[in-house]
């Protein structure tokens, strides 16, 4: 059997008027920007590829994956709850594992700290995500 997606599921209230920022899957062309919840049941909450920040008005959250993962992830979340799906995909399939496991992503998370605006935990959050940055040597 293939394996596709892994999904994990958080039954984890947020405050209903928190807003949600999420990364993008290429690049961002200025249309990143803090949203509200989707409140209507059948609507579908925003994907946010690699992590996810949660802000309460006094606390931001962030949710995410180190670089690396062996998959596709992207978050959801709504104030009932908070979800991430790893997509395993390759070339319009499942992986077959076999005997083999596979370590599809590792879930990191982190609060802001004292006196820390959403951006430095932002920027905080990011050098968490990868141990490894490949930087150039100048602008």
């Given at each position: 059997?293939?394996?596709?997606?892994?999904?994990l599921?958080?039954r984890?209230?947020?405050?209903?008027d928190?807003?949600?920022?999420g990364?993008?899957?290429?690049?961002?062309?200025?249309?990143?920007?803090?949203?509200?919840?989707?409140?209507q049941?059948?609507?579908?909450?925003?994907?946010?590829?690699?992590?996810?920040?949660?802000?309460?008005?006094?606390?931001?959250?962030?949710?995410?994956?180190?670089?690396?993962?062996?998959?596709?992830?992207?978050w959801?979340?709504?104030?009932?709850?908070?979800?991430l799906?790893?997509?395993?995909?390759?070339?319009?399939s499942?992986?077959?594992?076999?005997?083999?496991?596979?370590?599809?992503?590792?879930?990191?998370?982190?609060?802001?700290?004292?006196?820390?605006?959403p951006?430095?935990?932002?920027?905080?959050?990011?050098?968490?995500m990868?141990?490894?940055?490949?930087?150039?040597g100048?602008p």
């Open positions: 059997m293939e394996l596709e997606k892994v999904r599921t958080w984890r209230g947020f405050a209903s928190a807003k949600y920022l990364d993008d899957w290429e690049r961002s062309y200025g249309e990143l920007a803090w949203q509200t919840a989707v409140s049941p059948t609507a579908t909450p925003r994907l946010a590829p690699w992590y996810l920040l949660v802000h309460d008005g006094r606390h931001t959250t962030a949710f995410g994956v180190k670089t690396g993962a062996k998959s596709i992830c992207y959801q979340a709504s104030p009932q709850q908070l979800e799906t790893m997509d395993t995909h390759s070339g319009g499942g992986v077959l594992l076999g005997d083999r496991t596979l370590e599809v992503a590792e879930i990191i998370t982190t609060q802001s700290l004292p006196g820390e605006t951006y430095q935990t932002d920027g905080r959050f990011c050098k968490m990868c141990d490894k940055p490949v930087l150039p100048k």
